[in-house]
T-cell receptor
């Protein structure tokens, strides 16, 4: 079974450009989470999605950031008009159908975004 | 302030010694998880302990949970150079929230 897949692994953008990060969850997983990690820090929750639904976006900046998890295809985290402060590692995690409590989340290798 | 706080921030020991890392949190939880992150890599899930459990083992790993003190510890016995990594505890945010709340991590270095 393939694990959580993310691409690209490294992404370089100039200020003002758009960044699109993709995440394919593990087979059979219908829940996707995005986290951001700044250097030397822990991961910070951004958004939690199920197919075609955003369940919790409490950690996502109100402007420039958006996420989707369409019926078909990977989940996409989109950052418009990137700024240097967006430089970070972005991790996606997935989990199987929830049973009412938080279960194990399996993480992808991350996308390292560098904004020049 | 953060839900999970690891202690110490950095730990350096000799190969073969035991390594103990601690994690404290602030709110009620359903479970607590420990993850390992090698430099520049993704997170690897190590162990999940539920709030009604006090201790759990997995190979050379031993995790304890004290809900009265809102703390957990991760013990790695007979450490190896390959254990060099950052270790994070993560808690659920409670109240049915699905997101994980991570601490800053403990950077463990095993010296050969």
């Amino acid at each position: 079974n393939a694990g959580v897949m993310q691409n690209p692994r490294h992404l370089v953008r100039r200020r003002g450009q758009e960044a699109r990060l993709r995440c394919s969850p593990m087979k059979g997983h219908s829940h996707v989470y995005w986290y951001r990690q700044l250097p030397e820090e822990g991961l910070k929750f951004m958004v939690y999605l199920q197919k075609e639904n955003i369940i919790d976006e409490s950690g996502m900046p109100k402007e420039r950031f958006s996420a989707e998890f369409p019926k078909e295809g990977p989940s996409i985290l989109r950052i418009q008009q990137v700024v240097r402060g967006d430089s970070a590692a972005y991790f996606c995690a997935s989990s199987p159908r929830q049973r009412g409590i938080t279960d194990t989340q399996y993480f992808g290798p991350g996308t390292r975004l560098t904004v020049l | 302030s953060q839900q999970g706080e690891e202690d110490p921030q950095a730990l350096s020991i000799q190969e073969g010694e035991n390594a103990t890392m601690n994690c404290s949190y602030k709110t009620s939880i359903n479970n607590l998880q420990w993850y390992r992150q090698n430099s520049g890599r993704g997170l690897v899930h190590l162990i999940l302990i539920r709030s009604n459990e006090r201790e759990k083992h997995s190979g050379r790993l031993r995790v304890t949970l004290d809900t009265s003190k809102k703390s957990s510890s991760l013990l790695i016995t007979a450490s190896r150079a390959a254990d060099t990594a950052s270790y994070f505890c993560a808690t659920d945010a409670g109240q049915g929230a699905q997101k994980l709340v991570f601490g800053q991590g403990t950077r463990l270095t095993i010296n050969p």
